[in-house]
């Protein structure tokens, strides 16, 4: 029933005398299109029999919904299991399909959003990092910080026995995105002190002196800030662990790691790079070189 903007459900049923039994419910006058009353039991078969109580549709189908829930286990290896039991023992008639949707279904949206999603942000982050410092060399550096963010996170949910989910997969993206962080504050440190004349290894090591404290505020205090989300267990703590976990796991070892390994990869990159930027003698060159080796060692 609509009224103005407010709408109202109504349900319409016979009084109890009439819908007894079948047979009463047989003597129901269905009009037709004469306007002449004709019983229901001319027009149907009436029999008793166990049905729903209620019908469900959803995009002109009906269906029946069964649901469930889930504990001590996550929900992928679960629903992939019923599957195979299912397959194996159940024979539908035509014209029926099983269709598993609820939590299972966003998650499989989800995750083959993120499969586009993930990858367009590392090249965008990449590009960010090239336009910021120059070179592609400093960029692959602050991407190197990924897989010690990763392995933190990895790590947190295996230890707490903690499914993978979407919130657990948002969590690595915040994680990847405070990582990426620190490194750009110590390739920028170094790179500036580099630029300003000082030695290669004092300025790897004032840099990542100086980046120390910002770079352990910055992790350190994401991590510290969501460990009573990750200890959490009261309502809707089930959509908060997984992400805060990640993040907590990813940043306790991106720290440490990012402020060791981040000014070593500079150190190695800044050798190399300077050993192929160095000239190289031709070959009259290095003829004339040896020969000067030569008649030198002859004549001490």
Known sequence: VIEGDRRF????????????????IGQ?????????????????????????????????ERYIPIMFSIRDRDLVSTIQEA?????????LPEGYHLEWAGQYDQLVKEQQRLMIVVPLTMVLILFLLYLTFGSFRYAFIVLATVPFAMIGGVLSL???????SISAAVGFISTL?????????????IRELEQNGIPLKEAILSGAELQMRPVLMATLGAALGLVPAALASGIGSEAQK?????VVGGMLTATFLILFVVPILYQLTS????????????????????????HSSEHP
């Open 242 to 246: 997984p992400l805060a976990r990640v």
């Open 158 to 164: 295996v230890l707490t026995h903690t499914p993978f």
């Open 177 to 189: 995105g405070i990582a990426i962080l620190g490194g750009v504050l110590i390739v920028s440190s």
């Open 9 to 24: 459900e109504l349900v319409v049923r016979f009084l109890p005398q009439y819908r007894q039994d079948e047979t009463t």
């Open 271 to 294: 050798q190399y790079s300077k050993r192929r930027s160095r000239p190289q003698p031709d070959s009259k060159e290095q003829e004339h070189i040896n020969q000067n080796t030569t």
């Open 83 to 91: 599957q195979r039991h299912l397959q194996d023992r159940i024979t």
């Open 28 to 60: 129901i006058q269905v009009s037709s299109p004469e306007g002449v009353g004709i019983p229901l039991k001319q027009l149907a078969t009436i029999v008793r029999q166990t049905g729903a109580f209620m019908i469900y549709r959803e995009n002109h």
